[in-house]
């Protein structure tokens, strides 16, 4: 089983910055791909960006050149840098996982976080 630990939400104004983070914990080998979505009421689960164990990035149309993911493999973290907030960015965002593997055949598909709320007003 794997756990995340969403932190960094809260409610800001338009134009500023907030910060997401979140840890994987659990006994793994290693997680594939790690990232954050977004859940507006009465749609479906949206990309916000992904990160790859390569380093390779996603990022959905919305927030490319606003947002920047990053990951510390070592610490098995993501974390999601939002400047330049708008608010259409509102909503709960929650962390998930692709595949994760606890041996050379074993694994798991993704996992999510309970999510964490950011709030942006005008």
């Known amino acids: 089983q794997v756990e995340l630990a969403e932190s960094g939400g809260g409610s800001v104004q338009a134009g500023v910055s907030l910060r997401l983070s979140c840890r994987a914990s659990?006994?793994?080998?290693?997680?594939?791909?790690m990232g954050w979505y977004r859940q507006a009421p009465g749609y479906e689960r949206d990309l916000v960006a992904t990160?790859?164990?390569?380093?390779?990035?996603r990022y959905g149309d919305s927030v490319k050149g606003r947002f920047t993911i990053s990951r510390d493999t070592a610490e098995n973290a993501v974390i999601l840098q939002m400047n330049n907030l708008k608010p259409e960015d509102t909503g709960p965002y929650y962390c998930?996982?692709?595949?994760?593997?606890?041996?050379?055949?074993?694994?798991?598909?993704?996992?999510w976080g309970r999510g964490t709320q950011v709030t942006v007003t005008a």
């Open positions: 990160i790859a164990e390569d380093g390779t990035t």
């Open positions: 998930g996982t692709g595949r994760v593997w606890y041996s050379h055949d074993t694994y798991s598909n993704a996992f």
């Open positions: 659990g006994k793994f080998s290693r997680i594939t791909t």
